[in-house]
């Protein structure tokens, strides 16, 4: 089955500093890449999502790369702010299936 | 309701005890999956629905984890005689297509086996 590795498990960076978060998978037949923000005690949450027929998507703050060949893709954050601090997983989906990477937790540092 | 709903929020239950959890997906989401999610891991695939039909059980860890859907809206995990490696946080999550679009998670069941 697929495999999702992220990385790295944990950044802090200075509040307007950027983030960035880096996954790979394993199966090439994976064509749908979303990144979800979950906070303490709640449920994940979608911000962002790109299809293998895209290579980058940009929605205000929030940049998701993908590159096929290498099957990696990466989740840019700019202009960090303290509401950003959460913990972020990306995922790879393919038939009925979601694979989730083990997460980062990110803190946006005041 | 606008979300999905999760019930009960936390469950403690004694080792071999029997337990079941609830979701209330949105209305109309033909889709629903369960997931597993053991402290700092990311949520791992159990079962996935699609109306009724249970398509995909292939994440079930034992035969003492089932999942119904019996009339295409609210699911129901149940696990059988809990044991301490049980104890995790199930989420449930429901999409309007397939699993190629967006997941709305519920805030998940905290469950503890002692």
């Known amino acids: 089955g697929e495999n999702v590795e992220q990385h790295p498990s944990t950044l802090s960076v200075q509040e307007g500093d950027s983030a960035v978060i880096k996954c790979t998978y394993s199966?090439?037949?994976?064509?749908?890449f979303p990144w979800y923000k979950q906070e303490l005690g709640k449920g994940p949450q979608l911000i962002i999502d790109?299809?293998?027929?895209?290579g980058e998507k940009k929605d205000q703050r929030i940049a998701v790369t993908l590159n096929k060949t290498a099957k990696h893709f990466s989740l840019h954050i700019t202009e960090t702010q303290p509401e950003d601090s959460a913990v972020y997983f990306c995922?790879?989906?393919?038939?009925?299936?979601?694979?989730f990477g083990t997460g980062t937790s990110l803190t946006v540092i005041p | 309701g606008a979300g999905v709903s999760q019930s009960p929020r936390y469950k403690v239950a004694k080792r071999g005890q029997d337990v079941a959890l609830r979701c209330d997906p949105i209305?109309?989401?033909?889709?629903l999956f369960w997931y597993q999610q053991a402290l700092g891991q990311g949520p791992e695939f159990l079962t996935y629905f699609q109306n009724e039909a249970q398509l995909d059980k292939s994440g079930l860890p034992s035969d003492r984890f089932f999942a119904e859907r019996p009339e295409g809206s609210v699911s129901t995990l149940k696990i059988q005689r809990t044991q301490q490696e049980d104890s995790a946080v199930y989420l449930c999550a429901s999409a309007s297509g397939g699993a190629t679009g967006e997941l709305f998670f519920g805030e998940g069941s905290r469950l503890t086996v002692l």
């Open positions: 199966d090439s037949a994976s064509n749908y």
């Open positions: 790109i299809r293998s027929n895209v």
């Open positions: 995922a790879a989906s393919i038939v009925n299936q979601f694979y």
């Open positions: 209305s109309g989401h033909v889709s």
